[in-house]
């Protein structure tokens, strides 16, 4: 199953969306829209361009340059670790 995106309010005027994943993992949050039009547009920008993103590791773990789907897997693992800790 996709993730799934979640538009909801922030305060009276202000909106955001959350990306979470199937198993209910939050993924990503995103900025503050004055409007849902503006949140939407936001959940298309991730859409479009997450598939082809670069990934930069400024981590400093790493002194090697990674390819970049070992970084996008060491990426999602830590992030995963980092959310499952706190």
Known sequence: MAGIFEIAMAGEKKYFFKLTASDGTV???SPLFNT???????INAVRENAATGFVVDK???RSKSVPPQAA???AAARASASLASG
């Open 72 to 74: 996008t897997r060491s």
């Open 36 to 42: 849902i039009k503006g949140a939407a547009a936001g």
């Open 27 to 29: 993924v990503a949050v």
């Open 59 to 61: 981590s400093g773990a």
